[in-house]
């Protein structure tokens, strides 16, 4: 029985490739100091597995900004607009020039589009396609980092992304072709790879075919068996893992077991029954291989050893030791690096320490189940074994993770629970009477910009620089001037500004029992941005109003309404590490009782608008379309037990921040916010179709403008944009706001753009009035 491990985080354990690149960029150290960070990164994690006992170790998993654009640059289709850049730069400025965009010496060209690696937090670089997309060996990268382990004294496993995923990853940038036509010139430049890195003495190679857990076309999936019959005709000697992650193969399953490769790798975390499904099929060829993906990829939470053994066990019986990988999920570039480098009690006490593994352990306990399930048991294995069993075993019980109270509240949810009071219709004339906003009323979506002043302060507070009475003064300043600049400025529902917020999780989590925080734990998000997500641990609770003092503290000092700023259920669980030992369902639920609460208590202190952001929600879909209705069940559901605390004329609103709802405007219709605000700006209104063919019944306000550019827009641009949204949907539906928070601008610009936000909305009211005359 073997060891087999997909990817190692190359972020390096203090983020070390961040601050390289980061540093690369600002021009402070030169290329030759990167690649050098890179490589000490490559090294070492070789290294560390080498060391732990890991059989099958992955090379070309590491990245300076992506891997798929890596591979977009190792197959020569760089889009045409980086072709000066191409000729006059260096192979990593262009590189870069294409995750980033290029300003520099009077170019001026844009980034490719980045979009998430399936159901995970991971950014990749889209690949781009045209008609007569043409491939070529460019970039030997992958060769390259093969060699340069071998030197080192690792033989490694290099991982492809298949033709086939890689070309559904990304776009056609012309109309009139399908992406996987290109399949046919796409080949050779992998059989050139394959081929080099044979020579150079590789055996095995892990090609990543995630596209098998989706649901695939009958073309799709002929395509997956023509390029794996032509892998296998050329290089018979070749030791091919296919892998696949964060699902089943589900109707895939004869296409993947008839293909001709040396191992299957699955994820039995997502999908557990996958094992059962092959093994009975009888569909599994002689001597083929299966690597099980039993240790979690994508969660921070120890091995349940007894479980995975019991696991492993099952398929040694039907197949014999010699047949079986044993591995992690998925990469683990999805799990933050190294547990060890947790040493704050104050941030992670021992207790919850001990049930949570990064990858460094994980990587340990891959190597640990292989060598108890094959009987070669050290001392040191028997008493890895004996720590994970108490480790689980005290999980079970902690009187930190079992709340009482908590349980019996989600157990005794009734119907009604997640009903308002009465339906729109008549809760939206309560609403009118009580808040008398005028037509096309204007709005922002919670943050304004968080300076680096700002920030000081918080970094100031947490050191114990300022007092908390400092630090509030300091905000309660930076919140009225805010206020008086809303007021000035003629919007008409405020924000008091997030200035207190660090993250729209972090804050709420931070406040919130069952949750805990790493000092340490991040993870690649996209290039060199890395997040740190939440760890909720335990039974969800509220031990006191998180936001009351500051929604009541703005609307204080006004005589407009003030609108109190929370975050979704479905949102914090969305991006935080989440408990195994129940479904994510039930942890939602528990949080969505704990934001019901905070609005209740908005409303008794006079809070009469009250937004739930959600800008989670659709990233939250299941990777399979059958899984979809379930999902979207519990997550309204959650959503609308959140809000629904409330009376008829105090007024929900939320906020999603993606532009694509056509295939779920029914359930986001369900979710039965008063007011949704939605990003729209970029995409000239387009999106807003999907709203007025649903015939949506709220009010809806899209974005009019686009708050990830420094650019003002005028006036007149923003008209536009509202005559567009008037011409679908009634206009006294319509809201005037922003497409999302402010916290990334600078003061200037935002008071601008919003002073001609207000004109807009104003030239819109008069227009109206006009009509209404006439
Ligand atoms: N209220 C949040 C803000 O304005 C919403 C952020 C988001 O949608 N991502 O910052
Ligand atoms: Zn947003």
Not at 66 to 91: C, H, M
Not at 126 to 132: D, Q
Not at 403 to 420: E, H, L, P, Y
Not at 491 to 510: C, T
């Amino acid at each position: 029985m073997k060891t087999n491990n997909l990817g190692y985080p190359r972020i390096g354990s203090n983020r070390e490739l961040k601050k390289a690149c980061e540093a690369y960029w600002a021009g402070k150290i030169t290329a030759e100091e990167l690649l050098n960070t890179g490589r000490e990164i490559r090294i070492n994690n070789w290294k560390l597995q080498s060391e732990a006992g890991i059989d099958l170790i992955p090379s070309n998993d590491f990245s300076f900004y992506d891997q798929v654009l890596d591979f977009t640059l190792t197959l020569g289709a760089i889009p045409n607009r980086y072709s000066e850049i191409a000729k006059t730069k260096s192979a990593l400025d262009l590189y870069f020039a294409m995750a980033r965009g290029s300003q520099k010496d009077e170019q001026d060209v844009v980034a490719m589009e980045m979009t998430k690696w399936f159901d995970t937090n991971y950014h990749y670089i889209v690949p781009e396609f045209t008609k007569n997309q043409e491939f070529q060996l460019f970039s030997s990268k992958i060769i390259d980092e093969f060699v340069e382990a071998k030197n080192a004294g690792f033989q490694t496993k290099p991982v492809i992304i298949s033709p086939v995923s890689y070309l559904l990853l990304g776009k056609e940038k012309q109309e009139g072709f399908h992406r996987l036509e290109l399949l046919d010139k796409l080949l050779p430049v992998y059989f050139e790879i394959i081929e080099k890195l044979e020579k150079e003495g590789a055996t095995y190679i892990q090609f990543d075919e995630p596209f098998l857990a989706l649901n695939l076309t009958d073309y799709e999936r002929k395509a997956i068996t023509y390029t794996y019959n032509e892998i296998n005709n050329r290089f018979p000697n070749i030791k091919v893992i296919l892998t696949n992650y964060f699902d089943c193969f589900g109707e895939n399953i004869e296409t993947a077991l008839a293909l001709p490769v040396h191992t299957f790798h699955l994820d039995l975390v997502r999908c557990p029954s996958q094992l059962d499904d092959i093994l009975e099929s009888g569909k599994l060829a002689n001597n083929v291989k299966l690597s099980l993906g039993v240790v979690d990829g994508r969660n921070i939470w120890k091995n349940d050893f007894k479980k995975s053994l019991a696991i492993i066990e099952k398929a040694v019986s039907a197949l014999g030791e010699n047949r079986i990988f044993i591995a992690p999920s998925c990469s683990l570039i999805h799990s933050p690096c190294d547990l060890d480098l947790e040493t704050n009690e104050e941030n992670l006490s021992s207790e919850i320490k001990q049930w949570l593994a990064f990858a460094k352990q994980k990587i340990n306990e891959v190597v640990t189940l292989r060598n108890l399930a094959s009987g070669e048991i050290t001392e040191s294995d028997q008493a890895h074994f004996q720590e994970n069993t108490i480790a689980n075993e005290n999980r079970k019980k902690s009187t930190l993770i079992h709340n009482n109270a908590v349980k019996n509240r989600v157990a005794s949810i009734t119907k009604g629970d997640d009903q308002r009071i009465n339906a729109f219709a008549i809760r939206r004339k309560k609403q009118a009477e009580a808040l008398q906003l005028p037509l096309f009323p204007t709005t922002t979506i919670g943050s304004f910009p968080q300076t680096a002043e700002v920030r000081s302060w918080r970094a100031k507070f947490k050191k114990r620089e300022l007092s908390q009475y400092e630090y509030d003064a300091l905000l309660e300043k930076e919140t009225e001037e805010t206020i008086r600049f809303q007021e000035e400025s003629g919007i008409d529902v405020l924000v008091h500004g997030e200035f207190e917020r660090n993250d729209m999780v972090e804050y709420f989590g931070e406040q919130l029992d069952g949750f805990a925080f790493t000092k340490n734990g991040w993870v690649q998000s996209y290039g060199s941005r890395c997040v740190k997500p939440p760890v909720i641990y335990g039974d969800v609770s509220r031990p006191k109003p998180m936001t009351v003092k500051w929604a009541e503290f703005a609307q204080s000092l006004t005589s407009k309404w003030v609108k109190g700023m929370l975050t979704g259920p479905v949102t914090i669980l969305q991006w935080s590490f989440v408990r195994n030992d129940q479904p994510r369902s039930e942890t939602c639920t528990q949080i969505a009782l704990a934001i019901r609460d905070e609005v209740v208590d908005l409303e008794k202190a006079g809070i009469k608008i009250i937004q739930i952001d959600e800008p989670a929600i659709r990233e939250g879909l299941p990777l399979r379309k059958e899984e979809w209705d379930n999902y979207l069940d519990w997550a309204i559901k959650a959503f609308r037990i959140s809000a629904s605390g409330v009376a008829d004329d105090t007024q929900i609103h939320t906020h999603m921040c993606y532009s694509e709802f056509n295939d779920i405007i029914q359930n986001i219709a369900d979710m039965d916010a008063d007011v949704i605000t939605i990003e729209c700006s970029r995409s000239q209104m387009e999106l807003l179709d999907a709203f007025a063919n649903f015939k949506y019944p709220n009010e809806i306000g899209p974005g009019v403008y686009d708050i990830h550019s420094p650019r003002v827009p005028s006036h007149d641009e923003m008209v536009h944009l509202l005559e567009k949204a008037a011409a679908v949907i009634p206009a006294n539906q319509l809201w005037v706001n922003p497409d999302c928070g402010l916290k990334t601008r600078h003061w200037e610009e935002t008071r601008k753009a919003l002073i001609e936000m207000v004109k807009a909305a104003q030239q819109m009211r008069v227009a109206a009035e006009k009509t209404i005359l006439a």
